[in-house]
């Protein structure tokens, strides 16, 4: 079983997706979150396959940017914030249920259909009825709504992952202010539509 956590690792938790669910992978991937948001990546997993890797066993890995040393400088310092990570886990998780549950009531009060799936501080919004578990029922989404929805919201200073198909990632750098602005600016869009 493979885990890859490079969009949920250290995001969802100090153990990513594999702590919050309770499973324990036999490997799993992450990405820049492991360099402070720098550029790199790693794997890790069970002795019994690592032990296969160099200078270990037979399989040789290397990567330009591995240890590169700004990068795990970035890594440890982000680790370090997170080591009382218990607030800003809270904060994360509390910043988004506003943002989604506003977000929902904007849909909702102008008969908009949608989907809003969410875990910690990750979530999509989909503009379909159907309930979105897999990529066939993501397909539904109204495509062209979510583009005039993203322009709209980009050219009133909000950035949203330009495809109907992406996540939305919530930082602690967003406060009252900024959902408010959020959930303002998709009203105004949604009254302007109608």
Request: glycine residues 10%.
């Amino acid at each position: 079983l493979i885990f890859d956590e490079v969009m949920t690792g250290f995001r969802l938790s100090a153990g990513g997706a594999q702590a919050l669910y309770s499973i324990a992978p036999d490997l799993s991937t992450f990405g820049k979150i492991i360099g402070g948001g720098m550029p790199v990546g790693a794997y890790g997993g069970k002795k019994e396959i690592m032990d296969h890797i160099a200078p270990s066993g037979p399989i040789y890995q290397a990567g330009t940017l591995s240890g590169n040393p700004i990068a795990m400088a970035a890594g440890i310092a982000m680790l370090q914030l997170l080591k009382d990570g218990d607030q800003v886990y809270k904060k994360l998780e509390s910043s988004t249920i506003k943002l989604a549950e506003g977000l929902k009531s904007v849909f909702e009060k102008n008969k908009v259909p949608h989907q809003i799936n969410r875990v910690g501080s990750m979530f999509s919004i989909f503009f379909t009825n159907t309930p979105v578990t897999n990529f066939e029922t993501a397909k539904t989404t109204d495509k062209q709504l979510f583009g005039k929805f993203f322009h709209y919201m980009l050219k009133n200073g909000v950035y949203f992952p330009p495809s109907a198909f992406e996540t939305l990632f919530i930082s602690t750098e967003i406060g009252e202010i900024e959902i408010n602005h959020i959930i303002k600016t998709a009203s105004a869009f949604f009254s302007e539509e109608n």
